[in-house]
């Protein structure tokens, strides 16, 4: 079974801090993604990665960095967290998008920033 | 602008009865349609895909239907059941995965 995991499932901070969040995968998949679910707004994609060392931004980059310097490994980076990034935070993996092709996701982190 | 949408917030249904959840789409390049299932602090876990050559998938209680001309799909889930409680996401594939809002269905025993 594919694998995709998130090092923290809770995880609070405070205003102003820098804040790592880790995903590793275990499918040597090459596209990674980043998605924020707020309450009525659903998924949103932050930042996705092709292949290692390239990223794109997804519809709300702001306030976010990521980093891919393993194809296993996707990490999103808040430069200084604002508790309007308080959300669910999920990582997925797959192949390139297309018929056939699906996202396996993790457990999530919930963030919330006090 | 949401490429993939669900209107309704929230569906309750008794256990036993079909429920029906719904998905509408505004680009007609997408090809490949898939149904999310998520559960409260847990990540969202496939449920069912169609193709844009199909009009019809079904896995067990779970059948999706496409209609193409109204861009609109559906997820049937017959009969429900307590466990099927939770939020459903649509998504549609592209140059990337567009999810819809999602649709948190409650199944009544």
């Known amino acids: ?114 | 602008d949401q490429q993939v949408k669900q209107n309704s917030p929230s569906l309750s249904v008794q256990e036993g009865r079909i429920s029906i959840l719904n998905c509408d789409y505004t680009n007609s390049m997408f090809d490949y349609f898939l149904w999310y299932k998520k559960y409260p602090a847990e990540g969202p876990t496939f449920l069912i895909s169609i193709s844009s050559i199909k009009d019809k998938n079904e896995d067990g209680r779970f059948t999706v239907f496409l209609n193409k001309s109204a861009k609109h799909l559906s997820l049937h889930i017959v009969p429900s059941q307590p466990g099927d409680s939770a939020v459903y996401f649509c998504a549609a594939s592209g140059n990337q995965f567009y999810f819809g809002t999602g649709t948190s269905l409650t199944v009544i025993p």
């Open chain 1, 1 to 114: 079974d594919v694998k995709v995991t998130q090092s923290s499932r809770y995880l609070v901070k405070r205003t102003g801090e820098k804040v790592f969040l880790e995903c590793v995968q275990d499918m040597d998949h090459e596209n990674m993604f980043w998605y924020r679910q707020d309450p009525g707004l659903g998924l949103r994609l932050i930042y996705f990665s092709y292949d290692v060392k390239m990223k794109e931004k997804g519809d709300i980059p702001e306030g976010y960095s990521v980093s891919r310097e393993k194809k296993e490994r996707f990490s999103l980076i808040l430069e200084s967290a604002s508790t309007n990034q308080t959300s669910m935070y999920l990582c997925a993996s797959g192949w390139a998008a297309g018929t056939n092709e699906k996202l396996f996701f993790g457990s999530g982190t919930q963030l919330s920033v006090l």
